[in-house]
């Protein structure tokens, strides 16, 4: 159960990385401003990601406050549909909140 789990983790990650991406992409009209931008939203993610969430980061939150924090980092890619697909937002909310209780509860042991 928790190899699945870590593997719907990794994949919720890898969604909201390219959700990230393909929000700044969308925002600015010239090419060069696009790629720029969405190379930086990448980065900035990722590098959040590798301080405060990874398994080995350099400033491990635990409890409640990773639990909110991680749980609203994932999230955040999907508000770019709030005015068209609010469904994306609903099951991609409840998809992170199973997947982030199933590794508080079951997982990971810095939760």
Same mark, same amino acid.
């Given at each position: 159960?928790? !190899? /699945?789990?870590? !593997?719907?983790? =990794?994949?919720i990650e890898?969604? *909201?990385?390219?959700? &990230? &991406?393909? $929000?700044?992409? /969308? /925002?600015?009209?010239?090419? $060069?401003?696009?790629?720029?931008?969405? &190379?930086?939203?990448?980065?900035?993610?990722?590098?959040? $990601?590798?301080?405060?969430? *990874?398994?080995?980061?350099?400033?491990?939150? @635990?409890?409640?406050?990773? $639990? @909110? %924090?991680?749980?609203?980092?994932? %999230?955040?890619?999907?508000?770019?549909?709030?005015? #068209? #697909?609010?469904?994306? !937002? !609903?099951?991609?909310?409840?998809?992170? =909140? /199973?997947?982030?209780?199933?590794?508080? #509860? =079951?997982?990971? *042991?810095? =939760?």
């Amino acid at each position: 159960m928790l !190899i /699945i789990n870590d !593997i719907a983790a =990794f994949i919720i990650e890898i969604f *909201s990385v390219l959700l &990230v &991406v393909r $929000w700044a992409y /969308i /925002i600015l009209e010239q090419m $060069w401003h696009k790629i720029s931008l969405s &190379v930086a939203a990448a980065a900035v993610f990722a590098l959040l $990601w590798r301080i405060f969430f *990874s398994p080995k980061a350099a400033y491990p939150l @635990s409890g409640n406050l990773r $639990w @909110s %924090l991680e749980f609203l980092i994932l %999230l955040f890619p999907y508000l770019q549909f709030l005015n #068209k #697909k609010t469904s994306y !937002i !609903i099951f991609a909310g409840i998809g992170i =909140f /199973i997947n982030l209780f199933i590794q508080a #509860k =079951f997982g990971r *042991s810095d =939760f």
